[in-house]
C-alpha cells in the first residue's frame, strides 16, 4: 500500500468483496478452504479467472494449495492468477514475494453514498432488455474482438441480482455503455465506457448519472465499481461525481508467467 491508501475495515472488504462475485459471476467456482477458485473458459478476464483468498489467516499448506490451483487453472487453458486483496492478508503476499511471483494491474474499489451523488437531475433512462443489442455496443465501444460475445453474454444471463443494461447512443451509434446491477442497498457498476472517438464529450458521466439514478429509485443506498490505478481519467471522472477509495487489489503470477 502506498502512504495514501487507506486502511480498509475487512468487514467493509468483504461486502464490497461477495457483491462482486454475485455481480460478475463466474463460469466455475471451487472452494479451497476460504479461497474462492473463479474460472470461466469463455472469458479472459482475470477477475473470472483467478484464486481470491478471503480469510488473512488461511494460510496453511501453500505449496500444495497453489499447486491444486495450477492444476485446475491448466484445464481451463488459463494462466494460474491470484487476485490478493486486503482479506489475503501478509503471510501470503510475504510467501508470494519469496517465490518471485509478479506483481501487476492494480485496482481500486470506491463507493459512493447515493445520497450525496446528486442525481436527482439526471437523464432518466430506461435499460435494455435486449441483452444481445447491449453485448454489441459494449463489445464496440470497449473495442473487442466478436468472439468475446458468447462468453459476454454467459456472465451478463448468470448475474442474479436485477441488472440494468445501459447504452447511449447517437443515429443507433453505440457511444457509451454502463452496467448497474442492483444488489439489495448496493448498487455497482460495470462495463463502463465510451467510444474511443467520443471520450471527453460527458456520455460517461451522463450514462453513469443515468445508471445510479435508476438504482437509487429502486432502493440502492451506496454505489460502487472497480478501477484500474492506471487509469487516470476514468479515476477522475468517478472522482468528480464523489467516489471515494475503499481498497486496492492487485493480481499476481508465477515466475515467468506472461502479466
Known amino acids: 500500500m502506498t502512504e495514501t491508501t487507506p486502511i480498509p475495515e475487512l468487514a467493509r472488504v468483504r461486502r464490497f468483496e461477495a457483491a462482486a462475485f454475485r455481480a460478475w459471476p463466474a463460469a466455475a467456482v471451487h472452494y479451497d478452504g476460504t479461497w474462492v477458485v473463479r474460472l470461466t473458459a469463455g472469458h479472459p478476464a482475470k477477475r473470472l479467472n ?86 454489441g455496443a459494449a463489445l464496440k465501444v470497449h473495442d473487442l474482438p466478436a468472439e468475446l460475445r458468447p462468453g459476454l453474454s454467459e456472465i451478463i444471463g448468470a448475474i442474479k441480482p436485477e441488472a440494468g443494461l445501459f447504452v447511449q447512443e447517437d443515429a443507433s451509434q453505440p457511444l457509451a455503455t454502463a452496467i448497474c446491477v442492483h444488489d439489495g442497498d448496493l448498487a455497482g457498476l460495470f462495463e463502463v465506457a465510451t467510444e474511443a472517438a467520443e471520450r471527453g464529450k460527458g456520455h460517461g458521466r451522463r450514462i453513469i448519472r443515468s445508471a445510479l439514478k435508476w438504482a437509487r429509485l429502486r432502493g440502492a443506498r451506496e454505489a460502487w465499481l472497480q478501477v484500474e490505478a492506471s487509469n487516470e481519467a476514468a479515476r477522475h471522472l468517478y472522482e468528480s461525481l464523489g467516489f471515494t477509495e475503499v481498497y486496492r487489489y492487485h493480481y499476481r503470477r508465477p515466475p515467468g508467467a506472461d502479466a
Open 50 to 135: 483467478s484464486v481470491n483468498p478471503l480469510d488473512p489467516g488461511d494460510v496453511g499448506n501453500l505449496e500444495e494449495r497453489i499447486a491444486r490451483a495450477a492444476r485446475r487453472f491448466d484445464a481451463y487453458g488459463r494462466p494460474l492468477t491470484f487476485r490478493l486483496s486486503p482479506l489475503s492478508g501478509p503471510v501470503l503476499a510475504t510467501y508470494l514475494d519469496a517465490e518471485g511471483w509478479g506483481v501487476f494491474d492494480e485496482s481500486l474499489v470506491m463507493r459512493l453514498p447515493l445520497e450525496q451523488a446528486g442525481v436527482e437531475d439526471a437523464m432518466d433512462q430506461i435499460p435494455l432488455k435486449d441483452i444481445g443489442r447491449f453485448i
